[in-house]
């Protein structure tokens, strides 16, 4: 099996690469971010780490083109914290960068995708607190989404 890991040095995403270079059935991983993995994580034979930025489209297309024939894609690229940026840039980045990647994927071909998203889909941590309002706590599938912000609007 051949996967793609974007947001690989991110949070999730670099729980999730060490958790790959773990599990045998795995045979390469392509992990990519646009930032450098955090400096506990050793790759070894099976992996490599690109510097990808995801709302390119060319360097998405050259990324895929690099490794013909993923199996599955780990889609976990993205602004993790949007509150040091323009909310205008945060929610284009993490649009654009996910319409890219599973775009990309479906087009080639791949079966497997996994996205992760944020709680931040139900506009907890960056709308005003003035808005803040929920039908009912806790929360599960059917709880409507009421995002507002940037933020939780590009989840």
């Known amino acids: 099996m051949h996967v793609l890991v974007t947001g690989a040095s991110g949070h999730i995403g670099s729980h999730t690469l060490v958790a790959l270079l773990e599990w045998t059935k795995v045979q390469t991983i392509t992990a990519v971010d646009v930032?450098?993995?955090?400096?506990?994580?050793?790759?070894?034979?099976?992996?490599?780490?690109?510097?990808?930025?995801?709302?390119n489209i060319g360097a998405v297309d050259e990324m895929f083109a690099q490794m013909p024939g993923y199996d599955a894609v780990i889609h976990l690229g993205g602004i993790p914290n949007p509150e040091s940026l323009d909310h205008r840039l945060?929610?284009?980045?993490?649009?654009?960068?996910?319409?890219?990647?599973?775009?990309?994927?479906?087009?080639?071909?791949?079966?497997?995708?996994?996205?992760?998203?944020?709680?931040?889909?139900m506009g907890l941590s960056y709308t005003a607190p003035e808005h803040r309002w929920f039908n009912a706590v806790p929360f599960d599938e059917d709880t409507p989404c009421k995002p507002e912000d940037a933020y939780a609007l590009s989840k």
């Open 35 to 55: 930032v450098p993995l955090p400096p506990h994580i050793t790759l070894g034979e099976r992996a490599q780490f690109k510097f990808v930025d995801l709302a």
């Open 90 to 121: 945060v929610h284009n980045i993490n649009v654009t960068s996910t319409y890219n990647v599973l775009y990309t994927a479906a087009k080639l071909g791949v079966k497997r995708i996994v996205q992760a998203s944020s709680v931040n889909v």
